[in-house]
């Protein structure tokens, strides 16, 4: 299996990354590749990334030690635990429980968790304040009723914990979660153990790594994605998901597992966990933020589980992770892994938006060189296209991808940046066409 992930990691210009292997008994592999960063040392056992939504299942797992507490009931109202939560519709507000929101089926948009990547505030009830704000916010479908995968569902679930245990989530999974399982490099913070060695994440332009360092860190998405953890701490964390947990007992760890929510494709959706169809006993799910992506995967049956986390973000040009999650678990159930398609050397969008841009300059140039020979009528159309050129670009295309501007420009810089390019190039040349009516020029 390493040189299966060395050989797809080379191919797909991925820095870095570890992959852990477990069983009942313990880890029973580790393994590095490439770097963890400019010193160009090899990623170990303890070096930390984000695990992006591969902590959906630890907030998942936290909701289920209060609830074998006694302080959580999954299908009780959301309201018995947030009595001020609304959304739109009040009636919809009443009906939310938090196993619709563990399964994704709430009802709350997948795009209302994808508006909040550049957000740095870690002060107190910073996920209260964000939850408050969907007070305004009309559901996608009526509770239970719909699978919609969204970062908000486990924000709310993370403000459910804060509210029922009186500690911030960070500091309920360090002292809950982590402590007790022995993750000493995992934080959903980036207050790092002393000596901890941080990889470095890589964001791709035009296809290639690029080293991001200063990349904002949002406290209020951390029970959505913002967990740092290593590979020997995610073994661990593993181990206690195939039965042998210090942490939570058989049933709710069953009840974790169990697919909740269909699809609507060959993934079903337990809680923080994926089912798949093409195989049955195994349960997976991927995570990315800027910078870094990971997958994992568990046998409950068969009694094993692996982790491979990357130091690179690669949404764009082929996301590597979604297609060797899948392969890793095929070898681990006795399946041959195979290839995954060659990763694309431009992603569509940025070509497209390089072409646009060409054809933007060209136009430019065309009406520059004939100006004398166009008419008002000619600019004007030119001016009003720039215009909705620049705002389809700004508004359109972020809105119909259900997120916002500034998670583009994190995520995918390249084409976040020449959407920007576009959008000012379009509302420059409508200006000049303004102007150049409006000097008599045309």
């Known amino acids: 299996m390493d040189k299966y992930v060395q050989s797809e990691l080379e191919r797909a210009h991925m820095p870095g990354g570890a992959l852990v292997v477990v069983d009942r008994t313990g880890i029973v592999h580790l393994q590095g590749f ?14 930390m990334f984000q695990i ?70 870690d002060g107190d009830g910073v996920l209260e304040r964000l939850v408050r704000q969907l007070a305004d916010v009309k559901l996608a479908s009526p509770p239970g009723q719909r699978w919609a995968y969204s970062n908000i569902n486990f924000v709310v679930l993370g403000c459910v914990l804060e509210a029922v245990s009186g500690e911030r989530y960070a500091d309920y999974l360090q002292r809950h979660v982590f402590t007790p399982l022995g993750m000493g490099h995992s934080v959903a913070s980036e207050r790092f153990p002393p000596g901890a060695e941080v990889a470095t994440g890589h964001r791709y332009w035009f296809g290639r790594p690029v080293a991001a360092d200063g990349l904002p860190f949002p406290p209020v998405l951390a029970p959505a994605g913002y967990v740092y953890s290593s590979a020997r701490d ?41 089912t798949d169809s093409e195989l049955p006993a195994v349960l997976t799910h991927e995570g990315g933020t800027p910078g870094y992506t990971s997958a994992m995967g568990i046998n409950v049956e068969q009694g094993w589980g692996y982790a491979l986390l990357l130091n690179g973000s690669d949404i764009m040009t082929g996301g590597l992770v979604t297609d060797l999650g899948p392969q890793i678990a095929k070898f681990m159930s006795g399946q041959q892994p195979s290839p995954r398609p060659a990763s694309r050397a431009l992603a569509p969008a940025v070509a497209m938006l390089c072409a646009l841009l060409a054809i933007q300059v060209m136009v430019a140039l ?49 084409a976040g940046w020449l959407l920007v390019a576009n959008a000012v190039l379009a509302l420059a040349g409508a200006a000049a066409a303004i102007l150049s009516i409006r000097a008599g020029r045309a």
């Open 234 to 274: 995610m073994g661990g964390y593993l181990r206690a998901h195939l039965g042998r947990s210090a942490v939570l007992g058989v049933a709710g760890l069953d009840e974790l597992h169990r697919k909740g929510a269909n699809t609507g494709q060959r993934y079903g959706y337990a809680m923080g966990w994926a």
């Open 366 to 414: 065309v009406m520059l060189h004939f100006r004398r020979w166009l008419g008002r009528v000619a600019f004007a159309a030119a001016g009003i296209a720039g215009v909705a050129l620049a705002g389809g670009l700004l508004l359109v295309v972020p809105a119909r991808q259900q997120i916002s501007l500034s998670g583009i420009l994190l995520f995918a810089p390249d």
């Open 52 to 121: 992006g939504s591969n902590a959906k299942s630890l907030t998942a797992l936290a909701i289920m030690q209060q609830v074998e507490a006694g302080k959580l009931q999954l299908d009780a109202p959301l309201q018995r635990y947030l009595p001020w939560f609304r959304v739109a519709d009040a009636s919809a507000s009443a009906q939310i429980t938090l196993r619709h929101l563990l399964n994704q089926t709430s009802g709350l948009p997948h795009s209302e968790g994808e508006q909040d990547f550049a957000a740095t505030d």
């Open 34 to 47: 490439g770097v963890s960063g400019p010193s160009g040392a090899r990623p170990g056992p303890d070096t």
